[in-house]
């Protein structure tokens, strides 16, 4: 593959754009007791007996897709008898608070994964003596049913603001937590499939409970970064072309290929594909037209079929990346529109081509 660096870098910056999402108050729901105590800064749960509080993002992620999520989180001032911790939660419902006490708000909710930091200890559910982490599952505060942990931390009922940072990676399955800049979890596992059946879209949120101890639970995002950090993008289908394309302009593929006399796409096609559907998804509003064409060896109505199949074929493969149907608009042209000779090798293969419209949809 060749790399243009300048060009590469470009993208980045294009990319890390486009993917970034500095997160404010107002894309959270609140639920329980939760109130917002500052411009960055939501408490959970106020210091006092049998409190329950969470925030929920507004809008889904997909766990399909990488993501960083940064926060800060503070359990209060009260080591000695200060209960009972905050939960990181995944979950498919954006506006649930579970039990109380030992629940942390996070007991009940299910499916779901949950990270939490327990501040209390509770013989019966397995709690280690320290303020411990560990990933849970189903609203199940019970270690024996945890995924990984749990690890015993510090104490964390400082009074202080302690940032953690959650980071996904679905190409290797990874869940790595890290706290005051410790890495203090990870854990490996088809998440989607184990836990929601699935369905990758869920919700994120923290929830926080106190029983008959208590503690100030908070979260500030001075520095939250939501981040969906894309996948090592193609670059390929580099700066012009991409910007080519969102300008309406008819942009071919060098790198689309298909076996010969065949609408199986190569391997090699499958990266500026790939890029082809995150610019769509970033562009909602966009649709695509496909046009198919040949060479003018063989009959017509064949290179027309042929044409046709591999137009459908891009829009499958584009579709399997989540691309719905009706935003995708493949055609065949045949042999009726060359843009080379088709006399020599060389023209004939410029023919050969399946080449990319966006277009605004015709209200
Ligand atoms: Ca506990
Ligand atoms: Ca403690």
């Known amino acids: 593959m060749k790399h243009h660096y300048p060009l590469f870098l470009l993208f980045c910056l294009f990319m890390s754009s486009l993917f970034a999402q500095p997160a404010d108050i107002s894309d959270f729901r609140l639920d329980g007791e939760a109130i917002v105590t500052g411009d960055n800064c939501i408490q959970l749960t106020p210091d006092r007996e049998w409190a329950s509080g969470s925030i929920w993002y507004k809008?889904?992620?997909?766990?399909?897709?990488?993501?960083?999520?940064?926060?800060?989180?503070?359990?209060?001032?009260?080591d000695r008898d200060g209960a009972d911790g905050i939960v990181f939660v995944f979950h498919p419902y954006a506006h649930r608070t579970g039990y109380q006490g030992e629940g942390m708000g996070f007991a009940g909710l299910e499916p779901s994964l949950g990270i939490e930091i327990d501040t209390w200890l509770n013989d019966h559910l397995g709690d280690p003596y320290e303020d411990h982490i560990a990933l849970l599952r189903d609203g199940q505060v019970n270690h024996r049913f945890n995924l990984k942990g749990p690890v015993a931390i510090p104490n964390i009922e400082d009074c202080r603001q302690h940032p953690m940072k959650v980071a996904w990676s679905p190409a290797g399955n990874q869940l790595s937590i890290v706290l005051d800049g410790k890495t203090v979890l990870t854990y490996k596992g088809d998440i989607i499939n184990k836990i929601f059946k699935g369905n990758s879209k869920v919700y994120w949120g923290v929830t926080a409970a106190t029983g008959a101890f208590n503690n100030r639970h908070a979260i500030c995002f001075e520095k939250l970064e939501f981040t969906k950090v894309e996948e090592a993008a193609p670059i390929e289908l580099k700066g012009k072309k991409a910007e080519g394309l969102l300008k309406g302009e008819i942009i071919t593929l060098d790198n689309l290929q298909f076996e010969s006399g065949s609408a199986i796409l190569l391997p090699s096609s499958k990266a500026e594909l790939d890029y082809l559907a995150l610019l769509m998804k970033h562009h909602p509003g966009l649709n695509l037209d496909i046009f198919g064409h040949t060479d003018n060896v063989g009959s017509a109505s064949s290179n027309q079929r042929l044409s046709q199949g591999r137009s459908d074929a891009v829009a499958d493969y584009l579709m399997g990346k989540g691309i719905p149907r009706h935003r995708l608009s493949?055609?065949?042209?045949?042999?009726?529109?060359p843009i080379a000779s088709n006399d020599t090798p060389g023209g004939r293969l410029k023919n050969r081509r399946v080449a990319f419209r966006l277009s605004k949809p015709i209200p």
Do not use: N, Q, R
């Open 330 to 337: 493949p055609k065949g042209f045949g042999e009726l529109y």
């Open 59 to 78: 809008e889904a992620i997909d766990l399909s897709a990488p993501f960083e999520m940064e926060l800060k989180v503070m359990l209060g001032c009260k």
